[in-house]
């Protein structure tokens, strides 16, 4: 069965800190990616970074990387130098590419990032 | 630029009518996505759709249908809305490496 669980429903972070948003996942599959997407205040998603699950190289998009632990189907967005403007919804999302079942998402982790 | 355009924005609709949420994008993807979102639940896939003509049933598809006229054009249809319906709902095509292009949502309120 597919799953993705993201546990810490907050969090915060001072401007200019290293930040870390985790995520879990279930699957059967061998081939899958994990994606990040950020939701903004106004509701829009956007595309911050994917993992595939056959690449052992932690993948990297400007201040964005992930810390991807296949053995453990665990996966944590980074944001490094964080500032107000990272501020929103985080949610990470599994997609299978051999059964090319659709995105499942997680719940999502709301980040504050303060001044 | 991808391209995904969500109509309407805000609906408010009565218990027992008939919704129709309408989704285009100028992206020529395949495969897209109809998606509510609910505090504690995240994004639910209601249904997708693999090109004109072809919808799915998601995890949740239960009063809802969904049809795919063109390669643009995908709409969610709610024959008789209920109050547990209301969510905002997210639509999304499906671009290069699965990535995913989001609508800006429609915001559904039925009373």
């Known amino acids: 069965a597919q799953r993705v669980t993201q546990v810490q429903p907050t969090g915060s972070s001072q401007w200019g800190e290293e930040v870390t948003l985790d995520c879990s996942y279930e699957t059967s599959e061998y081939f899958y990616r994990i994606f990040w997407y950020r939701q903004l205040f106004s509701g829009e998603m956007v595309f911050l970074i994917y993992?595939?699950?056959?690449?052992?190289q932690n993948q990297r998009s400007g201040r964005y990387s992930v810390v991807f632990q296949k053995s453990f189907k665990s996966i944590s967005l980074v944001i490094s130098a964080s500032q107000p403007e990272d501020s929103g919804t985080y949610f990470c999302?599994?997609?299978?590419?051999?059964?090319?079942?659709?995105?499942?998402f997680g719940t999502g982790t709301k980040l504050q990032v303060v001044p | 630029e991808a391209a995904v355009t969500q109509s309407p924005r805000n609906k408010v609709a009565v218990t027992g009518g008939k919704v129709t949420l309408s989704c285009n994008q100028t992206?020529?993807?395949?495969?897209m996505y109809w998606y509510r979102q609910d505090t504690g639940h995240g994004l639910r896939l209601i249904h997708y759709s693999y090109g004109a003509g072809s919808t799915e049933k998601g995890d949740i598809p239960d009063g809802y249908k969904a049809s795919r006229p063109s390669q643009e054009n995908f709409s969610l249809i709610l024959e008789l809305a209920t109050p547990s319906q209301t969510s905002v709902y997210f639509c999304a095509s499906v671009g290069g490496q699965n990535t995913l292009y989001f609508g800006a949502g429609t915001r559904l309120s039925v009373l």
């Open positions: 993992q595939p699950s056959f690449d052992t």
């Open positions: 999302a599994l997609s299978e590419l051999i059964t090319g079942t659709y995105q499942r």
């Open positions: 992206n020529n993807h395949n495969n």
